[in-house]
């Protein structure tokens, strides 16, 4: 009878057999050294001497962010804008075949090194005197490679010791971590949470007022004061509820037209391009609402609500079995599971605190459990490339929900999760009867291309609102300038700050506008309610 051979022994055979076939082959060379990840920069941030530089997509959230930085004790700093400099450096000293976030973003940092040593200062100088903060993710495309991408084109314009502050948020938003002296402790993740929720709801607030403002400019000028209050507040460390009470209030202050007709448009996509606000999008927000469109943007916030509920999906699955090294390791998945619950809905709780300041006018986060129902039958959600289900989801519920007259996803050329998510949405527009929907490549040279296509599906959502605007006075029994008359003997109803009434089956803000004014008038179906 054979014994059974230990683990030791069996791979002693194997090796053995490896060796000989090698040997008989002719292919028997020296030892193989696989690629192993380079030592890091271990060197921890002086806070006296060092400055922090950082790229957070969105205008305000890098603005709120240099004030929590500066509440911190560091010395912080937003890199510029990027543009077609930052692409040309980026493609020059990265990879072949990267897609341009990579690009812009690094060579973003490049452009800006390159300037301190245009200004006097040496490589060796330029590396102790900055820092690079950046968050990483796993990402199953380039994404997961941005760090290394970062650190090789460095290496390459003669930075090789230049540190990067990473934090990782791909393995549980470990806020615990540390990286190059930057510690992410609860208070710190708190400050931040708090922060990023501040700049959503003022990003989310212009984009519904700037297109229906009277005065034009009035409302970046308020978003710009406002800004520079909660960066103030954070870095003070002041209440940032008390100072969006005095931002809403600025803000009520803005004269705003709501029965100017425009379609709603719905832009989401691949996270860099579609939070981004330069050259890396064609500055795609600004562009929209010159063309007459309001933009609805997705929030910074509602990707972290998706990382949450992707960990407790995984914890989910794993409740009933027993834990093992390439599962969850000896962690016990109900406590996880119980601990990503209560920070899912403490998360979920202070953002409707600070949106009840604001007249819950900003638009709260995606129902991840009705997400979820639609996915059945076009996504699988765990496939977590990129956004996952939610470009195909949030199509679906844009419609159903009548929420958007068109929707737009960005992305790179090339990205694999959204080419992946195109060819399902093929199905969801042959389903949704009713939709305006285009998918849009970008790689920093083809602007006209991409506005000219997107120009021709925003012809055809400005007719749906139009058409849509004309249903509900016929419904109603009104004209429009009855319902304008209304208005300005009401000037209540026109404040910058009053959430409109969403009706049923109704999306612009125009058309909801005047079918709440009809209703004050008493008119509904033609005819005077008594």
């Given at each position: 009878m054979s014994?059974?051979?230990?683990?030791?022994?069996?791979?002693?055979?194997?090796?053995?057999?490896?060796?000989?076939?090698?040997?008989?082959?002719?292919?028997?060379?020296?030892?193989?050294?696989?690629?192993?990840?380079?030592?890091?920069?271990?060197?921890?941030?002086?806070?006296?001497e060092t400055t922090i530089v950082f790229c957070a997509l969105p205008a305000t959230l890098q603005e709120v962010l240099l004030g929590v930085l500066e509440g911190l004790g560091y010395k912080a700093q937003r890199l510029p804008i990027s543009d077609q400099e930052s692409l040309a450096?980026?493609?020059?000293?990265?990879?072949?075949?990267?897609?341009?976030?990579?690009?812009?973003?690094?060579?973003?940092?490049?452009?800006?090194?390159?300037?301190?040593?245009?200004?006097?200062?040496?490589?060796?100088?330029?590396?102790?005197?900055?820092?690079?903060?950046?968050?990483?993710?796993?990402?199953?495309?380039?994404?997961?490679?941005?760090?290394?991408?970062?650190?090789?084109?460095?290496?390459?314009?003669?930075?090789?010791?230049?540190?990067?502050?990473?934090?990782?948020i791909a393995h549980g938003l470990d806020i615990n971590q540390e990286s190059a002296g930057v510690q992410m402790t609860p208070k710190i993740f708190l400050r931040l949470g708090k922060a990023a929720i501040a700049a959503d709801l003022l990003g989310d607030l212009a984009c519904q007022i700037r297109p229906y403002e009277v005065v034009p400019g009035a409302t970046d000028a308020a978003l710009a004061e406002a800004r520079q209050l909660v960066r103030v507040a954070?870095?003070?460390?002041?209440?940032?509820?008390?100072?969006?009470?005095?931002?809403?209030?600025?803000?009520?202050?803005?004269?705003?037209?709501?029965?100017?007709?425009?379609?709603?448009?719905?832009?989401?996509?691949?996270?860099?391009?579609?939070?981004?606000?330069?050259?890396?999008?064609?500055?795609?927000?600004?562009?929209?609402?010159?063309?007459?469109?309001?933009?609805?943007?997705?929030?910074?916030?509602?990707?972290?609500?998706?990382?949450?509920?992707?960990?407790?999906?995984k914890v989910r699955d794993r409740l009933f079995v027993k834990s093992d090294p390439q599962g969850m390791g000896t962690a016990n998945p109900w406590l996880v599971w119980f601990g990503l619950r209560v920070g899912k809905h403490f998360g979920e709780i202070l953002y409707t605190f600070y949106r009840a300041i604001m007249n819950m006018k900003p638009q709260g986060f995606p129902a991840m459990g009705l997400l979820d129902r639609y996915s059945e039958g076009y996504y699988e959600k765990r496939l977590i490339a990129g956004e996952g289900h939610l470009e195909v989801t949030k199509h679906i519920y844009m419609v159903r929900h009548a929420k958007a007259h068109m929707m737009i996803s960005v992305k790179p050329f090339g990205c694999m999760p959204s080419t992946i998510s195109d060819g399902v949405q093929a199905k969801?527009?042959?389903?949704?009867?009713?939709?305006?929907?285009?998918?849009?490549?970008?790689?920093?040279?083809?602007?006209?291309?991409?506005?000219?296509?997107?120009?021709?599906?925003?012809?055809?959502?400005?007719?749906?609102?139009?058409?849509?605007?004309?249903?509900?006075?016929?419904?109603?029994?009104?004209?429009?300038?009855?319902?304008?008359?209304?208005?300005?003997?009401?000037?209540?109803?026109?404040?910058?700050?009053?959430?409109?009434?969403?009706?049923?089956?109704?999306?612009?803000?125009?058309?909801?506008?005047?079918?709440?004014?009809?209703?004050?008038?008493?008119?509904?179906?033609?005819?005077?309610?008594?």
């Amino acid at each position: 009878m054979s014994t059974i051979k230990s683990e030791a022994e069996i791979e002693a055979k194997v090796d053995a057999f490896r060796r000989a076939l090698a040997q008989e082959m002719g292919v028997e060379g020296p030892e193989v050294r696989h690629f192993k990840r380079p030592a890091e920069p271990t060197t921890p941030i002086n806070k006296a001497e060092t400055t922090i530089v950082f790229c957070a997509l969105p205008a305000t959230l890098q603005e709120v962010l240099l004030g929590v930085l500066e509440g911190l004790g560091y010395k912080a700093q937003r890199l510029p804008i990027s543009d077609q400099e930052s692409l040309a450096i980026g493609k020059e000293f990265c990879n072949r075949g990267q897609c341009n976030p990579t690009y812009y973003t690094i060579g973003t940092l490049l452009k800006f090194l390159f300037e301190r040593r245009r200004e006097g200062l040496s490589e060796s100088e330029v590396e102790e005197r900055f820092a690079l903060l950046w968050a990483s993710d796993c990402g199953p495309c380039r994404m997961g490679m941005y760090e290394a991408d970062m650190r090789k084109a460095l290496k390459a314009a003669g930075f090789p010791n230049f540190r990067i502050a990473m934090l990782d948020i791909a393995h549980g938003l470990d806020i615990n971590q540390e990286s190059a002296g930057v510690q992410m402790t609860p208070k710190i993740f708190l400050r931040l949470g708090k922060a990023a929720i501040a700049a959503d709801l003022l990003g989310d607030l212009a984009c519904q007022i700037r297109p229906y403002e009277v005065v034009p400019g009035a409302t970046d000028a308020a978003l710009a004061e406002a800004r520079q209050l909660v960066r103030v507040a954070a870095r003070e460390g002041h209440s940032i509820h008390k100072t969006m009470a005095y931002v809403r209030n600025m803000f009520r202050s803005i004269q705003v037209d709501y029965l100017r007709v425009k379609p709603r448009v719905k832009v989401t996509g691949e996270f860099f391009l579609k939070h981004a606000e330069d050259e890396s999008n064609h500055r795609l927000l600004h562009w929209l609402e010159a063309e007459g469109a309001e933009v609805m943007l997705d929030t910074v916030g509602a990707w972290f609500e998706y990382m949450i509920w992707l960990n407790e999906l995984k914890v989910r699955d794993r409740l009933f079995v027993k834990s093992d090294p390439q599962g969850m390791g000896t962690a016990n998945p109900w406590l996880v599971w119980f601990g990503l619950r209560v920070g899912k809905h403490f998360g979920e709780i202070l953002y409707t605190f600070y949106r009840a300041i604001m007249n819950m006018k900003p638009q709260g986060f995606p129902a991840m459990g009705l997400l979820d129902r639609y996915s059945e039958g076009y996504y699988e959600k765990r496939l977590i490339a990129g956004e996952g289900h939610l470009e195909v989801t949030k199509h679906i519920y844009m419609v159903r929900h009548a929420k958007a007259h068109m929707m737009i996803s960005v992305k790179p050329f090339g990205c694999m999760p959204s080419t992946i998510s195109d060819g399902v949405q093929a199905k969801v527009v042959s389903d949704l009867a009713d939709t305006v929907f285009i998918p849009i490549e970008t790689t920093g040279d083809g602007e006209v291309l991409v506005k000219s296509r997107v120009q021709m599906k925003l012809q055809e959502a400005k007719e749906k609102a139009r058409e849509e605007l004309q249903r509900v006075l016929d419904s109603y029994g009104v004209t429009l300038e009855e319902v304008r008359a209304y208005a300005e003997k009401h000037p209540e109803l026109s404040n910058a700050m009053r959430p409109i009434p969403h009706q049923r089956g109704v999306v612009g803000t125009a058309a909801n506008f005047a079918a709440d004014v009809a209703r004050r008038m008493g008119r509904r179906n033609g005819r005077a309610l008594r």
